[in-house]
């Protein structure tokens, strides 16, 4: 079974502009996560959607935004881009929303802005 | 005060030595706790999952749970070159909707 795949691995962006990335679950699973990871603040939770609805939601400003479709891939937008928003971003996917089902990674899209 | 901490190392050790990981966290509402591995590069996958206290073996790796101290171990047995790698503790509960809360991750290099 193919693991969580996200796309693209490596973006470069300068402030102000805007990003989308993608990440596919493993199939079958219908939870998707997003996580920001940075050397300061470590992984740090953005948000959950589960059956194409946000389920769960971090301490990220609005600029943060995500959405899933029907087929259960997720794409997660950051407008506006931050110096600050430079980080590794990750996806992770789950069979069932919440409790006690663990949590796949994928390998991460590591943004850099400039 | 963050609800998880770990301490970040780095953690440096000779092969074959046992290797100590520790979390500790303040939430009571924290029920179920996992340790994931990350190599350099690659998302974190995921090592241990336990929700009581007690141990849990899986191979040269043990996990250790105190709820009553809040407090999470992980143990690595006969540490190997190819165990250097940030290890991170990771739990959730049914407060703030199951959400996975992450540890700082601890830097491990074991040294042939």
């Known amino acids: 079974k193919a693991g969580v795949t996200q796309t693209p691995r490596y973006l470069i962006k300068t402030r102000g502009q805007q990003v989308t990335l993608s990440c596919s679950p493993i199939?079958?699973?219908?939870?998707v996560s997003w996580y920001q990871q940075t050397p300061g603040q470590g992984l740090q939770f953005l948000f959950e959607?589960?059956?194409?609805?946000?389920?769960n939601k971090g301490n990220f400003p609005g600029r943060f935004s995500g959405r899933q479709f029907s087929n259960s891939r997720s794409e997660m937008n950051v407008s506006t881009l931050e110096l600050g928003d430079s980080a590794l971003y990750l996806c992770?996917?789950?069979?069932?929303?919440?409790?006690?089902?663990?949590?796949?990674f994928g390998p991460g899209t590591r943004l850099t802005v400039l | 005060q963050k609800e998880v901490e770990q301490d970040p190392g780095p953690l440096s050790v000779p092969e074959g030595a046992i290797v100590s990981l520790n979390c500790t966290y303040s939430?009571?509402?924290?029920?179920?706790f996992m340790w994931y591995r990350q190599y350099s590069r690659k998302g974190p996958e995921l090592l241990m999952y336990?929700?009581?206290?007690g141990n849990k073996e899986d191979g040269r790796f043990t996990a250790q749970v105190d709820k009553s101290s809040k407090y999470i171990s992980l143990f690595i047995r006969d540490s190997q070159p190819s165990d250097s790698a940030t290890y991170l503790c990771?739990?959730?509960?049914?407060?703030?909707?199951?959400?996975?809360?992450f540890g700082a991750g601890t830097r491990l290099f074991v040294k042939a």
């Open positions: 336990t929700y009581s206290s």
């Open positions: 939430n009571s509402a924290f029920q179920y």
């Open positions: 990771a739990m959730k509960g049914s407060t703030g909707g199951f959400k996975t809360i």
């Open positions: 992770a996917s789950t069979a069932l929303a919440g409790d006690t089902d663990t949590q796949y």
């Open positions: 959607y589960f059956s194409e609805t946000q389920r």
């Open positions: 199939s079958g699973h219908r939870s």
